[in-house]
Nanobody, 118 residues
């Protein structure tokens, strides 16, 4: 069982920046960030595999950057040019074998809140 611990988040003004970090207790092939806004379905935001291949939801491309650091068990999401629509609870997720959005990620963090005010 891999445990994921998220840090970061908080509040920012529109146009500002925030960073989220997630550390896994074990090796994982894929680490990703999802988010869920109040009253909306959870959606994938960004994902990155061990070699460093990254993919983003269209609405965050050019504004968010995902990276894996050090021993590859830490993933960082740098968010810039934030918009009120980015307000959500952000969840770190991990999968041991694949980075496909269509699969069920077996490991999840508890979530961290991001609030962007206009």
């Amino acid at each position: 069982q891999v445990q994921l611990v998220e840090t970061g988040g908080g509040s920012a003004q529109a146009g500002g920046s925030l960073s989220l970090s997630c550390t896994a207790s074990g090796d994982t092939w894929c680490m990703a960030w999802f988010r869920q806004a109040p009253g909306k379905a959870r959606e994938g935001v960004a994902r990155i595999d061990t070699p460093g291949n990254a993919d983003y939801k269209d609405s965050v491309k050019g504004r968010f950057a995902i990276s894996r650091d050090g021993d590859k068990n830490t993933v960082i999401l740098r968010m810039s040019s934030l918009k009120p629509d980015d307000t959500a609870t952000y969840y770190c997720a991990a999968h041991p074998r694949t980075c496909a959005w269509s699969v069920d990620f077996p490991y999840w963090g508890r979530g961290t809140s991001v609030t962007v005010s206009s």
